[in-house]
């Protein structure tokens, strides 16, 4: 990550100003209008303020970039966000080192000082982030941006907390990417284990079972899952108290398929591969406890992983399995790529077990997500309105959305067995509804919302905050600010 630090003036040669629709500019820009090469290119018109559009000019001192926000009355966070990810990806080609940035002069409604240089920061982080791990070649020589200041003018301490927070937000995010992007061969469980256990703070406690603790413990319908692949399942616990030691914590459950390839109901072959994303729930969970420790939010959480494959080995489950779950309750098994929800079923009910607050699980769960909502909003159930509504306000603000969809009683029907408590799939229709039920049936009465992260996890063509195509982090952004409202204090950060 590169470095962005606050100013209050000018820091470096190059300089980056709004320029509004119109051909308008804000006070920094006003300050250097009288110089006669800035005054005439703004009198030439090329650049009339388009939303994104750059074109730099050279003073005799430095060089100053314009960068087009478009109409200020649209201009909104995620708009701020993505045009300084426009900007570092441009100084980033353009070879620069070093730049100030005078974006914080931008009016949003209803934004702070402090949401504008946390949407600033995490633009420019998000949307700097590579992942080249796997590329021996060496690159052609360039001089990569390596810091930027954000030039305020206003609270100086408020935005170095924002930026604090941001730099969490966008590690934490990162971590999730990262994780996503390894192939499986490399993120296996056991090495989701690991990373989970390198996160260290002193008031998280990780623990970590292999297959014989997972045995043990009677976590059978994660098991039944791994029985077609030949490497060993994990079951992730971290436990982050934050705050007093008897305020119950709220859980996170991650689905975490380490590569998903169907089991006996076999995939097709074509686009086979994005399913080394399907741990991608799991990856939100430990980017949000590396986003919350680093931010050392008064808050505790309960973070809960199981990681398997999903594959055709000669023991793997087989359709019209019977598996009694770790809760008890009986398990048909009608296709074995409805998996997902099948080891979440361990996982939800042992979160339930530990009497959270609330529980929220992060799912790449359905395909049929992905066809109802693509890749702009991640799938919302579940039984809480109040976790809902957090939910739906936060995505909102983080532009990382959610969308719901309803769980009827009715659609429970479509999960009911002949000869069994339940069927894991409910056919075709509503398939996306039909796994929560699915899943509601592990959580007991505790308060719970479910994210369907299958359509917004990973994105092969990226976006301007997510340009490498592949895991973007999503649910990080969504939950450490629905968690900031819930504490409804300013964090403290480390
Ligand atoms: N991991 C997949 C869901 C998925 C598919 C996510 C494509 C993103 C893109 C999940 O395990 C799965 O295979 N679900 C099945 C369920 C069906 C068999 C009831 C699906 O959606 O097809
Ligand atoms: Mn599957
Ligand atoms: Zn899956």
């Known amino acids: 990550m590169i470095q962005i630090s606050i100013a209050t003036n000018q820091q470096s040669s190059v300089s980056v100003f709004p320029l509004l629709d119109g051909s308008k500019l804000t006070s920094s ?20 303020g388009k939303y994104g559009a750059m074109r730099s000019v ?3 001192d430095g060089r100053a970039m314009f960068v087009g926000t478009g109409e200020t009355s649209k201009l909104n966070l995620h708009k701020l966000r993505t045009l300084a990810a426009k900007v570092g990806a ?6 620069v080192e070093q730049a100030d940035i005078y974006l914080t002069e931008l009016e949003i409604t209803n934004a702070s000082l402090a949401d504008k240089v946390q949407a600033i920061a995490e633009g420019l982080w998000l949307g700097l982030y590579t992942f080249d791990t796997y590329q021996t070649q060496e690159k052609e020589a360039k001089t990569e941006l390596a810091s930027i200041n954000i030039i305020v003018d206003g609270n100086v301490s408020e935005a170095k907390q924002a930026l604090m927070a941001a730099q969490a937000i966008a590690s934490g995010t990162i971590f999730a990417r990262d994780l996503g992007n390894h192939p499986g061969n490399i993120c296996t469980p056991e090495y989701l284990g690991d990373q989970a256990e390198a996160l260290l703070h002193p008031k998280l406690k990780t623990t970590v079972l292999d297959k014989a603790a997972i045995e043990k413990a009677g976590f059978t319908a994660l098991l039944a899952v791994n029985q077609g692949s030949d490497i060993e399942p994990r079951f992730i616990v971290m436990e982050y108290n934050g705050a007093n030691n008897d305020d119950a914590p709220i859980a996170l459950v991650g689905k975490g398929l380490t590569f ?9 072959a074509g686009q086979m591969d994005e399913m080394k994303f399907d741990m991608c729930g799991s990856a939100a969970v430990l980017g949000i406890f590396k986003a919350v420790t680093e931010m050392n939010l008064p808050i505790n959480l309960l973070g809960v992983i199981p990681s398997t494959e999903n594959l ?7 359709p019209g399995d019977i598996i009694t779950s770790y ?7 009608l296709n074995t790529d409805a998996e997902g929800r099948v080891i979440l079923s361990d996982a939800l009910a042992y979160a339930a077990e530990q009497k959270p607050a609330e529980i929220i699980d992060f799912a790449t769960l359905t395909g049929a997500c992905v066809i109802a909502l693509g890749g702009q909003a991640t799938g919302l159930m579940g039984t809480s309105d109040d976790i809902k509504q957090g939910l739906i306000t936060s995505g909102q603000k983080t532009h990382d959305r959610v969308w719901e969809m309803p769980m009827f009683e009715e659609y429970q029907e479509q999960i009911k067995s002949k000869i069994a408590d339940i069927k894991n799939t409910g056919g075709r229709e509503a398939g996306t509804i039909t796994a929560a039920c699915f899943l509601s049936r592990f959580v007991d009465d505790i308060p719970w919302a479910h994210l369907d992260i299958a359509g917004t996890a990973w994105n092969m063509k990226g976006t301007d905050i997510s340009p490498v195509g592949g895991a973007t982090g999503a649910s990080v952004r969504l939950i450490v600010d629905y968690l900031r409202n819930k504490i409804e204090i300013n964090p403290t950060v480390s």
């Open 260 to 268: 998903d390839a169907g089991g006996i109901s076999i995939k097709p």
């Open 327 to 333: 809760k008890g309750i009986t398990i048909e098994i």
């Open 29 to 48: 820009g006003e300050s250097i209008k009288s110089d006669s090469v800035v005054a005439n290119f703004l009198a030439a018109g090329e650049h009339q």
């Open 58 to 60: 050279y003073l005799n």
């Open 90 to 95: 441009k100084l980033n080609k353009n070879n």
């Open 312 to 318: 055709l080995g000669g023991s793997a489950y087989k």
